[in-house]
């Protein structure tokens, strides 16, 4: 059998067990170590824009402490608050969309509103 | 379901790829055409990429594009062999349109121009040894108003110089190894020069994100070996540090290039793992050229263990040369961030076309249509306009 089609298989396999045990978004925790970096770091601290290198706007998402208090201390994240300004930007409702070219998933966006609806813990 | 729709894509690929490997002949037209069966074969750098060599510069006022003379400065002055200069200057226009749960938003359909690459790159070379430098502005695409009017905001050109690489080489004389250390790409899959396609933005490949390292390169006669061990910019880089091991080897035929590698990357909260291969087949008869990388990886979060996540990344599609100087391509893009997890996958098809009317010029026109978990999606338009020196 081909080197190809051993990777196939081994593909397919992988494939069909991940499918058998798939998840739907509510079920991941909503804490803010996962969610700064599963999803804000990888999104919004990239180079050209939220980095330690850019700071686009003075904003700095790269390191986990100072990521919260900035979102907290500037109003972008109020706990327990449903209109917080972090999710109208993360919508595009009212404020520019971010991030402007690569949008997240709604179920990312979804569960940073259970996170803020917990009391946005840190 | 778009676990099922990646298992079919998946084997459909694979399958494709296994069913043409045996047939075509001859060459892919950037990396095998006219003896140049490697990046390292027209670039400098043991992996490619960045300042083109006398060999490169041939080929690309003869096959590459539709004419003129592709040496330095058009030829107008001859280099000391010990020097190398080059550079890059890209204008863009970009269009953009998004669809999140809460409609279309509000920046859709506008249209922004920008400066998107100024680079200057150096190399000099005593011995076996070579310094390269890279130097220029980071691309700005929009206006960086901070978004609660109380931030300070970006402004000056000296606040976007940057320096993307800076490394030493030292390749002794009728040696296969080259050792590389400073800050470059640690070589690994397809290395598009799209920063923003999937497998390089989510692999850890995206714009300014080179890292510090010590590399070594082995070049057999249809082989290629890389090693990179990298950690983040100390000094202008991220305030988390990270840490990490990328490896790739790719073994050539006549006509097709199979590639396997595999990355990690720890920081204090994370530890990322990657691990995939890539392909590259020519059909010389309708100048076709087939590429794909896959790559599965594993995520780890130190706080957050139960939010572990295994993760898919793809890219396939063709790239077809009709004529010298023109190429056009089509891929499908896939990048999922939690296989474990519904709605969270990015699905893409992104377009190309690249026109050189001569040497140093290019145009070039991209447009990419994203599924973004539903219901979000997005489009994007672009233009460039390249000179390199």
Redesign the interface.
């Known amino acids: 059998m ?1 080197t ?2 051993h ?2 298989s081994a ?2 396999l ?3 067990a ?2 058998a ?5 509510g ?3 909503a ?1 803010w ?2 969610i ?3 999803i804000i ?2 999104n919004c601290a ?3 824009c939220h ?10 998402f ?3 402490d ?1 990521s919260y208090d900035f979102l907290v201390d ?3 994240v109020v706990p327990f608050e449903q209109n917080s ?1 972090l999710l109208f ?1 993360l ?8 991030p ?9 966006v979804d569960l940073i509103k259970a996170w803020i609806a917990d009391g946005a813990l840190r | ?1 778009n ?2 729709r ?2 079919i894509l ?2 459909a690929v ?2 494709l ?2 069913v043409l ?1 045996p047939r075509a002949q001859a060459y892919p037209h950037f990396q095998f055409s006219s003896d140049t069966d490697a990046c390292s074969t027209c670039h400098y750098a043991p992996a490619g990429g960045g300042l083109i060599n006398g060999w490169g510069r041939e080929e690309a006022g003869d096959t590459l594009s539709r004419g003129g003379d592709g040496a330095a400065l058009h030829g107008l002055v001859e280099m000391p062999s010990w020097l190398a200069l080059g550079g890059d200057l890209r204008a863009a226009a970009l269009m ?1 349109g ?1 669809e ?3 409609g279309t ?3 859709s359909g506008k249209l922004h121009l920008f400066p998107m690459q100024a680079d200057l790159s150096a190399r000099a070379e005593h011995g076996g040894f070579a310094l390269t430098a890279v130097v220029g502005l ?5 206006k ?5 009017g ?5 402004s000056g050109a000296l606040s976007r110089l ?1 320096s993307r690489e800076h490394f030493m080489t030292y390749a002794p004389d009728d040696s296969r190894y080259t050792v590389r250390a400073g800050r470059f790409y640690a070589p690994y899959g397809l290395r598009l020069a799209d920063h ?1 396609s999937y497998i390089r ?2 692999a850890g490949f ?4 080179e890292t510090y390292g010590l590399g070594v390169s082995r070049r057999g006669d249809a082989s290629e070996t890389h090693v990179t061990a990298h950690a983040s ?1 100390p000094i ?5 540090l990270t840490l990490g091991v990328t490896a790739m080897h790719e073994k050539r035929g006549d006509s097709h290039a199979l590639g396997t590698g595999t990355r990690l990357r720890i ?1 204090e ?2 530890m990322q793992a990657w691990a995939g ?1 890539h392909y590259k087949h020519w059909f010389e008869g309708p100048k076709l050229l087939l590429m794909a990388e ?1 790559n ?1 990886g594993y ?1 780890r ?4 263990p ?2 572990s ?2 993760q898919l990344l793809g890219y396939a599609g063709p790239v077809w040369f009709p004529t010298d100087g023109v190429s056009a391509s089509i891929a499908y893009e896939l990048y999922d ?10 699905h893409a098809i992104t377009s190309t076309i690249s026109f050189l009317p001569r040497a140093h010029y290019e145009i070039f026109l991209m447009g990419r249509a ?1 599924r ?5 999606r ?1 489009f ?1 338009g672009m233009l460039q306009l390249h000179y390199y020196l």
Not at chain 2, 372 to 376: C, L, N
């Open positions: 081909s190809t089609r990777l196939a593909g397919s992988v494939l069909l991940t499918l045990s798939c998840t739907d978004p079920e991941r925790e804490d170590e996962f700064h970096a599963a770091e990888p990239t180079a050209s980095s330690s290198l850019s700071k686009t706007a003075g904003i700095d790269e390191d986990v100072s500037q109003f972008f300004n930007l919508n595009g409702v009212e404020r520019p969309l971010m402007p070219d690569g949008p997240l998933p709604k179920a990312d | 379901m676990l099922a990646h298992l998946g084997v694979l399958v790829m296994s490997a953009k998004v999140t749960s809460e938003v509000n920046e980071r691309g700005k695409a929009r960086s108003a901070p978004p609660d109380s931030m300070r905001s970006e940057v923003t933005r989510y995206g714009m300014l994100q910019d202008l880089g991220s305030q988390n920081t909260s994370t291969g896959v599965a995520q979060f130190t706080e957050s139960d939010n996540r295994l961030e939690d296989l474990l997890t519904r709605y969270v996958e990015r994203e973004i978990g539903p219901p979000g997005s994007t």
